[in-house]
């Protein structure tokens, strides 16, 4: 019974994140994309539940969908119009050519992981049920992975300044006439 | 484990990462590509989070949490040339941008 409510809800998360996927790229209004990939972050979350995530869920939520979907938001209102209009004219050679190779791609992804894992992918281990919650996370941050925790400071810390050099080195242009 | 093992995963993820790229290499808008790029990230941080269930590690975790900060710092460093670009009165097309000289 709970095995078959597990499928239900992987396959509308499979289905809502594909299809949000899909509307993201497709649609010519980038806000209209932006709210899709609000909607594409938020099924993950319910796959990253699933896989018993449950503190990377909650960032993903919140950081993710929430303050990063917010910045493009504001930005995409600040630019204030539409971009581009990709499929006027029909299909050009550049498009179909991109067809062909994120075609070619997802093949070869999905070929190597069916040669040479769904056999041992088949069985999974228990886990405990502090799995994935914000204590063992905060733990593995502050031992194993301090190395890693202290460079993605340092990347954030560059970017915030990258951001304000950026948008102050913008305006010289304007007030030269 | 109940309900769907890694490889439903993983091919899920595949399925992302390809219309990451498709977007990538498809639209011309750079607030689009944008977008792109970070259904391309999730579907890496998919695979890593389905691989830390598998083998009951939860290094995946936090490395999806790494890469999370990645595409935060990404997209502010994006969206900032994006307005640069923007109060150039440059159009945003990315086929048009192909010179740096200011």
């Known amino acids: 019974m709970g095995n078959a409510l597990v499928w239900v809800v992987w396959f509308a998360a499979a289905f809502a994140c594909l299809g949000s996927g899909a509307a993201v790229v497709s649609f010519t209004n980038p806000f209209y994309s932006a709210l899709a990939l609000i909607g594409n972050l938020g099924s993950l979350a319910v796959l990253y539940l699933l896989l018993s995530a449950e503190f990377v869920a909650a960032a993903q939520v919140l950081v993710?969908?929430?303050?990063?979907?917010?910045?493009?938001l504001?930005?995409?209102?600040?630019?204030?119009?539409?971009?581009?209009?990709?499929?006027?004219?029909?299909?050009?050679w550049q498009a179909l050519g991109a067809v062909a190779a994120a075609g070619a791609l997802m093949v070869e992804i999905v070929i190597v992981i069916g040669l040479k894992a769904s056999g041992r992918l088949a069985e999974a281990p228990d886990i405990g049920a502090s799995f994935g919650t914000p204590a063992e996370i905060g733990t593995l941050f502050l031992t194993d992975h301090l190395?890693?925790?202290?460079?993605?400071?340092?990347?954030?810390?560059?970017?915030?300044?990258?951001?304000?050099?950026?948008?102050?080195?913008?305006?010289?242009?304007?007030?030269?006439? | 484990m109940k309900g769907?093992?890694?490889?439903?995963?993983?091919?899920?993820?595949?399925?992302?990462f390809a219309i990451g790229?498709?977007?990538?290499?498809?639209?011309?808008?750079?607030?689009?590509?944008?977008?792109?790029?970070?259904?391309?990230?999730?579907?890496?941080?998919?695979?890593?989070?389905?691989?830390s269930r598998h083998h009951a590690e939860m290094d995946g975790q936090i490395f999806a949490l790494a890469v999370m900060a990645v595409a935060a710092s990404e997209?502010?460093?994006?969206?900032?040339?994006?307005?640069?670009?923007?109060?150039?009165?440059?159009?945003?097309?990315?086929?048009?941008?192909?010179?740096?000289?200011?």
């Open chain 2, 4 to 16: 769907p093992d890694p490889t439903w995963y993983l091919a899920l993820a595949a399925f992302l």
């Open chain 1, 64 to 72: 993710y969908a929430g303050a990063v979907m917010v910045m493009f």
């Open chain 1, 147 to 177: 190395l890693a925790f202290e460079v993605t400071s340092i990347v954030l810390l560059a970017a915030a300044v990258g951001g304000v050099v950026l948008g102050s080195h913008a305006t010289d242009e304007e007030r030269t006439p």
């Open chain 2, 21 to 51: 790229t498709l977007g990538v290499m498809l639209r011309r808008s750079p607030l689009i590509i944008l977008l792109s790029i970070e259904i391309m990230l999730n579907g890496a941080n998919l695979a890593f989070i389905s691989f």
């Open chain 2, 75 to 102: 997209v502010v460093v994006g969206l900032g040339l994006i307005v640069a670009v923007h109060r150039r009165r440059l159009e945003l097309d990315v086929d048009k941008l192909s010179t740096l000289r200011g």
């Open chain 1, 74 to 92: 504001f930005v995409i209102a600040y630019l204030g119009r539409d971009a581009d209009a990709p499929w006027a004219g029909g299909p050009s």
